[in-house]
């Protein structure tokens, strides 16, 4: 199997050339937006849903009014 094992070797060079691709400028955003997409996809596999900032005590009393 050729692609059955990564080396450090084989990191580096992926990192050298997404850094090729978007340039430092943008890498600090791509790596923030993958960050929320990894957090988001963890909440979803425990059954956390984006309603469950609505459930603070804040959004109750904003309801009851």
Do not use: Q
């Not at 580096?12 to 957090?39: E, Q």
């Not at 963890?42 to 609505?54: N, R, T, V």
Request: glycine content about 14%.
């Amino acid at each position: 199997m050729l692609f059955g094992k990564i080396g450090p070797l084989e990191v580096v060079v992926i990192l050298v050339v997404i850094l090729l691709i978007f340039g430092p400028t943008k890498l600090p955003g791509l790596a923030k937006a993958i960050g929320k997409s990894v957090v988001e996809l963890k909440d979803g596999l425990k059954g956390k849903s984006s309603g469950a900032e609505d459930s603070s005590p804040a959004a109750e009393n904003h309801k009851g009014n």
